[in-house]
Structure formats: C-alpha cells, structure tokens
C-alpha cells in the first residue's frame, strides 16, 4: 500500500471515530424529541381571550389523532356543585361532531366519594362550555371528562382525586385546566402578582396555588400534582396577556390570563 493510501485509510478510520460519536448522539437527540409527548396544559375561559385558546389548541394537538379522551378541569363558578367535585355525564353537540363523554363521566368515577354526577350544572358553566367546541374541533377522536372542583376541596378528597385520575389515566389522555389569573387590577398590578403566579405554575408547586391570585386554586393545585407524577418537565408560557394587551387600550381593572404547556 502506498504512502497516500495509507494516509487515506487513516484518516478515514479517524473520521468515522469523531463522526461516529456524534452521529450516535443525533439520532439519541432525535429519539428523545420524538419520546416527548404534551400532557396537556392551562388556558382561559374568558371569551376575550378566545385567540389565545384557540392558538393554544392548535400547539397541543399536533398529535390529535392519538388522543382518545380530554380531561377538562374548571373551577365551579356559581357553587352549583353538591360534592367537592362534578362531572358531566352527558354528550355535547357542537358544530363539528357530537363530542361524546367518557364513560368515566357517565358512570360518576365509579361512585367515588368525592365526586357526583351532575350534568345539569354543567350548562351554564363557561369555565367547561367555552372548551368544549375547541376539544370537538382539535381532537377529532376523543372523549372528554368535564369536571368542575369546589374551591374548598380539602387535600385529603383533592389527593384521592388525584390518586383516582392517575390510576385511570391513558397515554392518549390529555389534561386541560381552564383558569384565569389575576382580576380586577390594574396592569402593573396584574404583571407583579403574574410573575410569582407563573412561576408557581411554570416549577409544578402545587403547594402555593392556594396563595395565588387565580380563580382555580385547588383545581390548579390537583393538575399541576397530576403534571407532575406524570413526568411533566418545566411548564412552557406560550402567551401571557390581560385585558389592556387584547383590547389595545388600558383598562384599569381587568383580567390576565396565560396558555402554558406542559411536555413529558
């Protein structure tokens, strides 16, 4: 073998030792991208805020196909509820299909303490019916489990809640917690008291929602518990906005909402 040849035969086998590695280590990149998998995430009720939703469904169902049931999570606005939580066990028809409801919902969570069935509740209640043309739309194959929680829920039915939802939970499940943040401040009120709230909801605390300035305390407190066992990693905001952002004018008391997502 020649000089050069030899030369060549070296640095060939020296290429495929660097690239090799790297090679290995791209293709473990691209599996861990494609392992990743959204869990679900939080968004308004507000119809205001309506844009902010529906660009908030258009990130987290790039996979819609593969979801089979939507968990729906509101707080309980009018204090309709009887127990500390309520599902509805009724089917919504909504302009793109009859969006079914699961039969978990049907069925009262297999008469679980601590929730009722209670559909009639549910039609007046925009923390749920806003979502629920959305979730028709976005996720053509799934099921949805409409579930308002009382603010009063103790930990230990929120914790049973909890250990209930994780037990029947799917890979094709997906969790959406419908909640506003701040009311009724200013805009420089709303962004100080916002910074600590995303930072609690961004870092799964579940144990400081109840000092925050949202209208789903304890329901925030059971989703981001349910993110967490679930392998959920850093929640992402997509947007955060109030009522001066979206109108384009100041308004001295309003409300501020966030889309975050949360990937395992």
Do not use: Q
Not at 34 to 57: V, W
Not at 154 to 178: F, H, V
Not at 221 to 237: D, H, M
């Amino acid at each position: 073998m020649t000089v050069r040849k030899r030369l060549l035969s070296v640095t060939f086998c020296l290429a495929l030792l660097f690239f090799a590695p790297l090679a290995e280590a791209g293709a473990d990149t691209e599996s861990r991208a494609l392992e990743a998998r959204i869990l679900g995430g939080i968004t308004p009720h507000h119809g205001i805020a309506l844009s902010m939703m529906t660009r908030f469904y258009e990130k987290i169902s790039s996979h819609a196909e593969k979801v089979s049931r939507v968990w729906l999570l509101s707080p309980d606005h009018f204090k309709r509820a009887k127990n500390y939580a309520a599902v509805c066990g009724d089917d919504w028809r909504t302009a793109d299909r009859i969006l079914e409801a699961d039969n978990l919902a049907k069925n009262g969570f297999d008469r679980m303490s601590v929730v009722d069935t209670e559909s009639r509740l549910f039609a007046e209640e925009h923390g749920i019916t806003v979502h629920i043309p959305l979730i028709a739309r976005y996720f053509p194959n799934a099921k949805v489990v409409p579930m308002v929680l009382k603010s009063n829920i103790p930990d230990i039915p929120l914790l049973m809640l909890k250990n209930y939802m994780l037990g029947a939970m799917r890979e094709s499940d997906l969790i959406i917690l419908s909640m506003d943040l701040s009311h009724y401040k200013t805009p420089e009120e709303m962004a100080k008291e916002d910074e600590r709230t995303l930072e609690v909801l961004t870092n799964l605390e579940p144990m400081k929602t109840d000092f925050l300035d949202i209208d789903a305390r304890r329901a925030a407190s059971l989703v981001l518990r349910l993110f967490k066992e679930l392998g959920a990693g850093r929640g992402v905001i997509m947007e955060h906005m109030d009522t001066s952002d979206i109108l384009g004018y100041r308004v001295e008391s309003g409300t501020s909402y966030a889309t975050i997502v949360y990937e395992k």
